[in-house]
Each structure stands twice: as C-alpha cells, then as structure tokens.
C-alpha cells in the first residue's frame, strides 16, 4: 500500500512539473499626473485591476522643439507632475502594494512630437544636456528615495540621442551613480533597433503603437495576424541583445480603424468602437504576454479619479469603465 501511495504521489509531481505556471509579468498602468493628492481610494481601482505595477510621470516643459531649457519641478505644474506630488503618489501606491517606474516625460508646447526634438547650434545641444540631466538625476535621486523598482531615462527622444550618442551613454553611468534598480527607456514604436545604448541598461522598453489593421473593425485574429509582421523582429531583437522587452507603454483608443495608427490622440476623431478595443487589447496579451522574453507593459493611461474616467462615450485610450478594462483584469490575474 505504501508503495501504491508512492508511486501516485511521484505521477502527480511529474504532473505538476511538466505543466508550466504562467510567467509573473509588470502588469502596469500608465499613473497619469493630476492636480491633486491621492488616497487609498485612487489606489483601490489599479489593486483591483490586479496590477501590479505604476508608472509614475513627473513632466518637464521645452516651448518649442528647438528650445533647450526643460522648465521642471515648478509651482505652475500640477501637483502629480512635480516632485514631491510623485512622492506622494508612490509612497501611497506603494502602501497598497504596488511597484513603480519612474518615467520623467517632456511636453513639447501644442503637443509636439519628442522625437523631433532637435538643437540648431552645440551651444544649445550642451545646454540641453545639462538642462536634461538636472531633470532626469532629480528624479532618479526620488526613485533611489523612494526605493521605486524601475526607472526610465527618457521616452521617445530619438533625434536627442540620434545627435548626442555619447551624452546618454554618459548619462546613464550617472543615473547608475546614485540609483541601485533597474533601468529602461521608452522608445517609440519604430524607433528600437536605433537605440544605441541598451547594452547598458536592463530591460528593452517600447511604447508600443504598432499598426496592426487597416479595417474599421478588426477582430482579435485580425490584429494576432497584425502582429505577426512585428513580434519575429521584436523577439529576435530580444535575443539577440539579451535583455527582456518591456512595453513601455500599450494601448488603443475605442474608435474606428484603432489599429492603423494606434498612436494618434486627434481629439477631432469621434467615432466610438468599444469592441476594435477590446480585441486589440485582448490580442496583445495573447501574442506577448505568455513569452519568457517577455516583461509585461503599462497600459496607456489611468486617471487617479476612476469613477469619473472613461466609460463607453468616450474614445480616448484609457480603459477605465469600457470592456477593455474587463480584458486587462483577467490578463493581468493571470499573469499577476
């Protein structure tokens, strides 16, 4: 009998060993910045959305793509947008449970692409510089302070680093001076396989707007499909440099044709389309979420005021109270 009993219990072991667990991932949500404080109560919603995850988003300010001085940590910004109101947004996260990127942003004036941000002269180029590295050690010092897991030094600035290769490399050994976690950058989409310096850094980060569909309404198939074009080249770069890939940032607006250029924020664009949504956020989890190469996302965005955000007449990215938020909750339990 003792030996029946053992010979079961060694079938279920071989059973449970050759049945993998799913992959704990950064299931993360975009934190936007607000004019107040938070409370438990902001928290509760990103908790029960089962992530794991914030990316925290102090601002700095340039008035035109050729302008050099970052204006930061003001009292004109908003509270979330500062220092001290991202503190307090992590500490009160964080006593929830929840782990944090730091992820410092600039706004171009009229919204203007980062990428495009670019010097006419060296004097101006070196005055970027220092005018960026204030910004970006300041922060870093909060994430140090703050004991935060990750922290991002820059999002899509291609042209900056494009112009000043050896800036960023030298950047990145000063970050690592006063800050013992993890590094990433945010790159655009397209912008990845030109990202000189990830060598140095620990995790391959992509804001991942990918074109996916020119249909009104794809369904999932049609954006797994989508992304066949592109997760060969984004595995593949993966390995090829050894480091896992995190998306930085993820996700699509609820409107017609959300696939084709699924990082346009045109406020004239009005359609509605809660399902192109749903499926595209259902499709990414499905093609990346169960990859070892694979380091999990924040979605793009999620306002601290849960209640009032989103909900189905309105058809800007986040998924507060739409069915794509129903998609990440199930994804991000899963993979929590």
Known sequence: MRCFFSSILVLILIGCASAPLPLKKMNGVSFVASRDTISQQHVQPVVQLNANYA?????????????????HNTERQWYGETRSGAKQYIETLK????????????????????????????????????????????????AEETNSELFCIGTELENFIAARPEFWKGLITKVREIYNGKLTYASNWDEYKRTPFWKEIDYIGIDAYFPLSDKQAPT????????????????????????????????YRNM??????????????????????????????????HEPWFAGGFVWKWFHNYENSGGQGDNQFTPQNKPAEEVIRTYYKTYK
């Open 55 to 71: 990316a925290i988003m102090p601002f700095g300010f340039i008035k035109e793509l050729e302008h050099p001085e970052i204006i």
């Open 256 to 289: 017609d044709y959300a696939g084709r250029e699924p990082w346009l924020s045109d406020h004239k664009i009005k359609t509605l389309n809660l399902e192109a949504q749903a499926n595209a956020t259902e499709a990414l989890f499905e093609v990346f979420w």
């Open 95 to 142: 006593s929830e449970g929840i782990k944090i990127m730091i992820k410092p942003q600039i706004w171009v004036w009229r919204g203007e692409f980062t990428g495009l941000i670019k010097m006419n002269t060296e004097e101006d180029w070196k005055t970027l510089e220092t005018s960026y590295t204030d910004f970006i050690l300041e922060y870093a010092a909060l």
């Open 220 to 251: 999932v198939k049609d954006y797994i499909e989508g992304w066949s074009k592109h997760k060969p080249q984004i595995e593949a770069w993966s390995k090829q440099l050894n480091k896992p890939i995190l998306f930085t940032e993820y996700g």
